[in-house]
C-alpha cells in the first residue's frame, strides 16, 4: 500500500493538534503540514499532489464547504467539526 499524502486545515490549535495525533499513529498517511486557513493551504495541496485533506467546515474568512469546491478533484476530503448540525 502506497502512503497517502495528507494535510490539516483547521483554525482551531487543539483540533489540528488532535487531528495530527490520529495522523501520525497512521502508518499509511504522511503529514505534509497543518494550516490554520484555507487560503494558507492552497500552494501546498497543489505543489504536493495532497490525496487526502482533513478539513474544519467552520473557519473565518473562508468555510470548508466553499474551499472543497477549489481544491483538484484528485484530492479526497474528510471534513471535521466541532459543530452537532453537520
Known sequence: MRNLRCCIIDDEPLAQELIKTYVEKT????????????????????????????????MQELNGI?????????CRIIFITAFEQY
Open 27 to 58: 502508518p499509511f498517511l504522511t503529514l505534509v503540514d497543518t494550516f490554520s486557513s484555507a487560503s494558507l493551504a492552497v500552494k501546498t495541496i497543489i505543489e504536493n499532489n495532497i490525496d487526502i485533506i482533513f478539513l474544519d467546515i467552520q
Open 66 to 74: 466553499e474551499f472543497a469546491r477549489i481544491v483538484p478533484p484528485s
